[in-house]
């Protein structure tokens, strides 16, 4: 800006500025002040960097091109030059046995000597670099000018069958040819490989590797002259073989490693193998099914895709037992390369895995196995980069037994989860699953959780629930949830573990009744902490119930004990009253009554009472009650034998009095109480029912009866608990 505008200062040119955007818009404004910074800032860094004298050239590179374009006269010189523009060059040329100098000047790539310019001989070539700083020279090239001819590089022709190249170079007729040389590398190469001093114009090449594609270059020299520029590259392909070894076969399963998400994999053959023409694949499944595949690599039709070094075929291996894939030319097939899908349910972890990750290396280590199998025949130790479709961010690598470190290089993403797992291989081609980890180039901060709510909200206590953060979102390996709880003025902070599965709860616990509660998640990773989520309740009323607890446990318990004690009686109750006193129920028992309390009444022993007292069925007989004429009537007591020959009671109306030899009162009996007997199995006792005889007698003795009757209620127990009175039957 200097040079161009010597003479306006920086003031006039900041004046000619903002005069010059009057009556435009503040957007267009600021983009023409930016601009304009810009321009002044690296003005004054070029400055900068031009301070100081400028660096020494390099030496000159000289000679005098010959062919059918120059008629090797001009010499042609190619200096080194400091890309600064404030920095001027000139280029400098002398006899080697003279004084006289001479020179060029100019910023150029190329500087030519006429003819008429130079004398035949040795030259003494430099170059000067120059600003107002100061000066600096680059060393002499010392040119021989008979020698500095260079002749145009060789024409390269090639014989495919023999896998020979030939070249056509033309020297001068008063020059002869003194050799040419030759270079090479494969076409995956960077590096060359060079044969020098071949006098031939042909050079065949031993041993290439087959179906390989190799480029040459030639050049020459004629005489002492300077050696030609190389010829252009000549590509040439080695003769084609049936492709040799097997193919790197292996499993990509995702993250989730389950069999439905699972493709078959491998690593594309060399170039030396050939030109692969296709693959074919044989796929085992569980139900004992085989199906072969052959795919054409120029038609996979979907079946097939190849990327830059792997294939995958795209069907899943769900219920796949075991795969076998070669590939295949237009010479042969290779060895058929095997592999054994792990079984779910049979991994093994009993080996933890270490692993260091930037943005350019992955290191992967483990720990030897604590008990080393012969079966095993090498580590496999692969990697792949989340919400990566199948075949692509994936890599594995295979590890002898005696190695315990991989090593990938590439470019891993920042903030993006990749899965690092270790397997086992054994001899018999059988995968096993040893572990498997989740690690970051470069760690950043989580998004918020997506879901977190409070549920089961009590007076004291609340469950808090949220979803973990998906794991594309996670941004690092969350260390912990961090929980801050909000009540007024206080502030409180737990720390959750992280939990495997995708819900997560945890409990509040030691809270204030009646209480509103403000309650942020947030996830944790090295990097430090990410969003919030909140959610916001308010604990309940706090019911105290602890003085009911004991009356209702006390209720609950007399309920169970009352319904146990009906059942036990409803199943048990006869046994419980034959192991009971006659007292404790009531039963009639003849031998309570003070007719037997009597001796004199009784004048035989009481042996005729011939059923026992605690029996288990006791046979009971039927009192029946008649009201005749508005009178009441007792059938007497009387001893009678059936003729089963069991000893019967049976009640008169004769005040109570005994009578053993009344057998007309016994006749008397009707054949309805019979017949009731019969019909309730009593046969032991009968009921008795007053002829028209009697009757009348009973009607001349009813006021001593009753009288006596009346009596005899104040004195026994057993006639009054058992036997209605005439007062009871009256009202």
Request: charged residues 25%; contains cysteine; negative net charge.
């Amino acid at each position: 800006m200097h040079d161009r505008h010597p003479s306006v200062s920086h003031n006039e040119a900041m004046c000619i500025f903002c005069t010059g955007t009057k009556g435009l818009g503040p957007n267009v404004m600021a983009t023409l002040w930016t601009r304009w910074l810009l321009s002044m800032l690296l003005a004054n860094l070029l400055n900068c960097l031009a301070q100081g004298p400028p660096v020494a050239p390099s030496r000159p590179e000289c000679y005098i091109p010959c062919g059918e374009k120059n008629n090797c006269v001009d010499i042609h010189c190619n200096p080194g030059l400091d890309p600064r523009n404030s920095t001027e060059y000139s280029l400098h040329w002398e006899p080697a046995d003279s004084e006289e100098k001479q020179g060029i000047s100019g910023n150029t790539s190329d500087w030519i000597i006429c003819r008429e310019q130079y004398n035949r001989g040795k030259l003494r070539v430099r170059v000067q670099a120059k600003n107002q700083y100061g000066s600096a020279k680059s060393p002499y090239s010392i040119l021989n000018t008979e020698n500095i001819s260079k002749w145009p590089p060789p024409k390269v022709a090639s014989h495919q069958d023999s896998f020979k190249i030939d070249w056509t170079f033309t020297c001068d007729e008063q020059l002869f040819l003194r050799h040419c040389d030759v270079r090479y590398r494969t076409e995956a190469e960077q590096d060359w490989h060079e044969d020098e001093d071949e006098y031939d114009l042909s050079y065949t090449m031993d041993h290439p590797q087959p179906s390989t594609v190799y480029e040459h270059q030639v050049c020459c020299s004629c005489g002492e002259d300077l050696k030609s520029d190389w010829s252009e590259i000549h590509r040439l392909r080695s003769r084609e073989t049936a492709p040799v070894g097997v193919l790197d076969l292996w499993q990509d399963c995702g993250i989730t490693q389950k069999g439905s998400d699972c493709v078959l994999t491998w690593k594309k053959l060399p170039p030396t193998c050939g030109l692969i023409l296709g693959y074919e694949a044989r796929l085992s499944y569980n139900i004992d099914t085989l199906v072969l595949l052959n795919v054409s690599t120029a038609e996979p039709k979907g079946l097939l895709v190849c990327e830059e070094i792997q294939c995958h075929l795209t069907s899943s291996l769900k219920d796949v037992s075991s795969v076998s894939v070669s590939a295949y030319n237009a010479q042969g097939a290779t060895v058929p390369s095997n592999l054994t899908l792990p079984i779910p349910g049979k991994e093994k972890t009993d080996q933890a895995i270490h692993v260091e990750m930037n943005e350019e290396n992955l290191t992967v280590s483990w720990d030897s196995p604590s008990q080393p199998s012969d079966n095993l025949k090498e580590h496999v130790v692969q990697y792949k980069q989340a919400d990566c479709p199948s075949g692509q961010g994936f890599d594995w690598v295979k590890a002898t037994t005696n190695q315990t470190t991989a090593l990938f290089k590439g470019q891993y993403k920042k903030y993006t989860p990749y899965q690092v797992s270790l397997f086992t291989l054994s001899h018999g081609s059988e995968v096993h699953h040893i572990s498997s980890v989740i690690r970051y180039s470069l760690e950043g901060s989580p998004s918020a959780v997506p879901s977190f709510k409070a549920f089961l909200i009590a007076a004291t206590q609340v469950t808090l629930f949220w979803e973990s953060v998906p794991l594309s979102k996670q941004r690092g390996v969350i260390l912990y949830y961090q929980i801050v709880v909000y009540s007024g003025v206080h502030r409180h902070v737990h720390n959750a573990s992280v939990s495997p599965q995708q819900e997560n709860t945890y409990k509040l616990e030691h809270l204030s009744p009646e209480q509103d509660y403000e309650v942020r998640i947030r996830a944790v990773t090295a990097a430090g902490p990410g969003a919030n989520a909140t959610a916001k309740f308010k604990t309940q009323h706090d019911y105290n119930y602890a003085h009911l607890i004991l009356p209702i446990v006390l209720g609950v318990i007399s309920v169970v004990v009352i319904c146990l004690v009906i059942a036990l009686y409803s199943i048990f109750g006869r046994e419980i009253k034959a192991c009971l006193p006659s007292f404790y129920y009531k039963v009639p028992d003849a031998r309570n009554s003070h007719i037997f309390k009597n001796k004199h009444l009784i004048s035989d022993s009481l042996d005729w009472i011939c059923f026992p007292l605690y029996e288990l069925h006791p046979k009971i007989s039927l009192l029946e009650v008649v009201e005749l004429r508005s009178r009441v009537f007792k059938s007497s007591l009387e001893k009678a034998s059936d003729p089963e020959g069991l000893t019967r009671l049976v009640i008169g109306d004769e005040c109570s009095q005994m009578d053993s030899q009344d057998d007309k009162r016994e006749e008397a009996v009707p054949e309805e109480c019979h017949r009731a007997d019969h019909r309730y199995g009593r046969e032991e006792y009968s009921k008795m029912v007053d002829s028209e005889e009697e009757r009348d007698r009973k009607e001349e003795n009813e006021e001593d009866c009753l009288s006596s009757s009346e009596e005899d209620q104040s004195t026994s127990g057993y006639e009054k608990h058992f036997m209605p009175t005439i007062f009871e039957l009256r009202v």
